[in-house]
């Protein structure tokens, strides 16, 4: 299983940008997906998180402006971010719950991260 994602940049303060990231592999089914995100000296945190059914979870700093969204038929999730701030300067990792055949559990795999430059 393979996450990889695109759509990181440099973006001004108050812009937007979008974050794709696309399963591929041997995969069975997909559960959650999210992403998270490590600003520099910082630990890694949780950002957003979508079920297979769509529900959605966010941190409470980016309620509002980031929306994450996914497409199961192309195994990919989304995160919309708008009213980008200096404070989502940050390494954004893409993360799924997999379950690559039927007989094998679920496991967390990880894409290897795509860049989000804030400048103010």
């Known amino acids: 299983v393979q996450l990889v994602e695109s759509g990181g940049g440099l973006v001004q303060s108050g812009g937007s940008l979008t974050l794709s990231c696309a399963a591929s592999?041997?995969?069975?089914?997909?559960?959650?997906m999210g992403w998270h995100r490590q600003a520099p000296g910082k630990q890694r945190e949780l950002v957003a998180t979508i079920t297979s059914r769509g529900s959605t979870n966010y941190t409470d700093s980016v309620k509002g402006r980031f929306t994450i969204t996914r497409d199961n038929t192309k195994k990919t999730v989304y995160l919309q971010m708008s009213s980008l701030k200096s404070d989502d300067t940050a390494v954004y990792y893409c993360?799924?719950?997999?379950?690559?055949?039927?007989?094998?559990?679920?496991?967390?795999?990880w894409g290897k991260g795509t860049l989000v430059t804030v400048s103010s």
């Open positions: 592999g041997i995969i069975f089914r997909i559960n959650a």
């Open positions: 993360y799924a719950a997999v379950m690559p055949t039927y007989f094998t559990d679920y496991g967390d795999y």
